[in-house]
């Protein structure tokens, strides 16, 4: 960073402070990863410089000859990872990926069938707060008391009793694995259109270790950012006809692609799409499908640990890569864990639970992940030591010489596995 630090050495303290934090931390945020130099070198590119409205070979702009190779070469891994028909990759976010697609498929005020977000849904998923939720009239489904999973016989009922125009799938903070196919069947029992917000587990799908919607979803939007290991940013994936519309001049892709530009965004950010399109490439790789299934073992052997610690988990375990802690019995709030973890350098999400008592700002839960310390180079032993650490956090909060113990043990674990050596990660 010789230019930045010469020209704005503040931001350049801060940022060298936050690769130090990268560095001597562990990062168990469930929707954090950590990108291969050959990402960060996409992203950080002159590509940064163009104007390209619209679509490759269709630019509102001239010029963009060499930007549409490379948005061509992001739509091409997209679909070949995936198996979809058709692919967007201009959205910033995930949540204008949900907006386009909620564009695209419905009208103002149309009905949404989604998870509830204290259940493990997600804020564009309908929650009143969210554009999605002033926009749509959305009810919701959530998961049994009893099991923390979804009850599809719940859902089927909702579903007959509300006749939503669009019903959605997939989840923030659900640690098990969701049927599709499921959903599917509901979704033609009551003439819906079915989404699938995979933001989460869209590593895992491109791996097929999880179920996969591709080919029973009418859309299917992720980050590119969680499991798939890319830069912060969205894709939508969709098929090329319209199942319930065939009156309409535009087919599925077509009005996929006319809700994200000119509808909800202008100008893509190239130099992300040229990054994603080496995560993709990356994502096609051999290794892609051993690191997938080693953030699933790895999430098990942590569960299993935090378990034999006598702390509860919501759903009792996982399937993903994903934890959800459930402090109630504890008496501790997920803010003061959160705390705690990261005073000790364990970086963690406070989190509501299903049926959670508590406000949203500090509830009843605590989030953990294990795709950035998987990309490490993490495996069980580690995910057993890491588990045993946040046990000793949670029933010693105050004590300050277990804090300093554990923060050694940390500091000694990660340096075994480093990150951005020598700026490389893979």
Same mark, same amino acid.
């Not at 869209?202 to 919607?213: E, N, R, T, Y």
């Given at each position: 960073?010789?230019?930045?630090?010469?020209?704005?050495?503040?931001?350049?303290?801060?940022?060298?402070?936050?690769?130090?934090?990268?560095?001597?931390?562990?990062?168990?945020?469930?929707?954090?990863?950590?990108?291969?130099?050959?990402?960060?070198?996409?992203?950080?590119?002159?590509?940064?410089?163009?104007?390209?409205?619209?679509?490759?070979?269709?630019?509102?702009?001239?010029?963009?000859?060499?930007?549409?190779?490379?948005?061509?070469?992001?739509?091409?891994?997209?679909?070949?990872?995936?198996?979809?028909?058709?692919?967007?990759?201009?959205?910033?976010?995930?949540?204008?990926?949900?907006?386009?697609?909620?564009?695209?498929?419905?009208?103002?005020?149309?009905?949404?069938?989604?998870?509830?977000?204290?259940?493990?849904?997600?804020?564009?998923?309908?929650?009143?707060?969210?554009?999605?939720?002033?926009?749509?009239?959305?009810?919701?489904?959530?998961?049994?008391?009893?099991?923390?999973?979804?009850?599809?016989?719940?859902?089927?009922?909702?579903?007959?009793?509300?006749?939503?125009?669009?019903?959605?799938?997939?989840?923030?903070?659900?640690?098990?694995?969701?049927?599709?196919?499921?959903?599917?069947?509901?979704?033609?029992?009551?003439?819906?259109?079915?989404?699938?917000?995979?933001?989460?587990?869209?590593?895992?799908?491109?791996?097929?270790? @999880?179920?996969? /919607?591709?080919?029973?979803?009418?859309? !299917?939007?992720? $980050? $590119?950012?969680? *499991?798939?290991?890319?830069?912060?940013?969205?894709?939508?994936?969709?098929?090329?006809?319209?199942?319930?519309?065939?009156?309409?001049?535009?087919?599925?892709?077509?009005?996929?692609?006319?809700?994200?530009?000119?509808?909800?965004?202008?100008?893509?950010?190239? @130099?992300?799409?040229?990054?994603?399109?080496?995560?993709?490439?990356?994502?096609?790789?051999?290794?892609?499908?051993?690191?997938?299934?080693?953030?699933?073992?790895?999430?098990?052997?942590?569960?299993?640990?935090?378990?034999?610690?006598?702390?509860?988990?919501?759903?009792?375990?996982?399937?993903?890569?994903?934890?959800?802690?459930?402090?109630?019995?504890?008496?501790?709030?997920?803010?003061?864990?959160?705390?705690?973890?990261?005073?000790?350098?364990?970086?963690?999400?406070?989190?509501?639970?299903?049926?959670?008592?508590?406000?949203? *700002?500090?509830?009843?839960?605590?989030?953990?992940?294990?795709?950035?310390?998987? $990309?490490?180079?993490?495996?069980?032993?580690?995910?057993?030591?890491?588990?045993?650490?946040?046990?000793?956090?949670?029933?010693?909060?105050?004590?300050?010489?277990?804090?300093?113990?554990?923060?050694?043990?940390?500091?000694?674990?990660?340096?075994?596995? /480093?990150?951005?050596?020598?700026?490389? !990660?893979?």
């Amino acid at each position: 960073m010789s230019f930045l630090s010469k020209f704005d050495p503040e931001i350049a303290d801060a940022i060298e402070n936050e690769i130090n934090r990268q560095r001597s931390g562990l990062e168990m945020i469930a929707s954090e990863n950590i990108v291969s130099r050959a990402v960060l070198e996409a992203m950080g590119t002159p590509l940064t410089n163009k104007y390209s409205e619209g679509y490759p070979g269709k630019r509102y702009y001239g010029g963009n000859q060499f930007i549409d190779v490379s948005e061509n070469l992001a739509i091409d891994r997209a679909k070949k990872i995936f198996g979809a028909e058709h692919a967007n990759v201009q959205p910033h976010s995930g949540s204008q990926a949900n907006a386009a697609a909620y564009f695209a498929l419905l009208n103002p005020s149309d009905k949404i069938l989604a998870m509830n977000l204290a259940h493990g849904g997600h804020l564009s998923h309908g929650a009143p707060v969210n554009f999605s939720g002033k926009f749509y009239n959305v009810v919701f489904y959530g998961v049994s008391k009893d099991t923390g999973r979804i009850d599809m016989d719940d859902v089927r009922e909702i579903a007959l009793r509300e006749k939503p125009r669009l019903i959605l799938t997939g989840a923030s903070a659900y640690p098990r694995e969701i049927d599709f196919a499921a959903f599917r069947k509901i979704a033609d029992e009551v003439g819906a259109y079915l989404m699938a917000d995979i933001a989460h587990i869209a590593g895992l799908v491109a791996a097929k270790i @999880h179920s996969d /919607p591709v080919p029973v979803c009418d859309v !299917v939007t992720t $980050t $590119t950012h969680k *499991t798939l290991r890319g830069p912060r940013g969205a894709l939508i994936l969709s098929k090329i006809a319209d199942r319930l519309r065939p009156e309409d001049k535009k087919n599925l892709a077509q009005k996929i692609d006319s809700a994200v530009f000119p509808g909800m965004q202008g100008g893509p950010l190239e @130099h992300v799409i040229a990054a994603k399109a080496v995560a993709m490439l990356e994502a096609l790789q051999p290794d892609f499908i051993e690191y997938q299934k080693q953030i699933v073992k790895n999430a098990k052997v942590l569960a299993e640990t935090l378990l034999a610690g006598g702390l509860k988990l919501v759903s009792g375990g996982t399937d993903n890569h994903l934890i959800l802690i459930d402090l109630t019995d504890t008496g501790l709030a997920g803010k003061q864990v959160e705390d705690a973890l990261g005073e000790v350098e364990i970086y963690v999400n406070k989190n509501m639970i299903p049926y959670d008592t508590r406000k949203p *700002t500090d509830p009843s839960g605590i989030r953990l992940g294990t795709p950035a310390l998987t $990309t490490r180079g993490m495996k069980e032993n580690e995910m057993k030591l890491v588990g045993e650490m946040i046990v000793k956090i949670v029933k010693n909060i105050a004590d300050e010489n277990i804090k300093k113990e554990v923060r050694e043990s940390v500091r000694e674990l990660v340096t075994k596995f /480093p990150i951005y050596q020598g700026f490389s !990660v893979l």
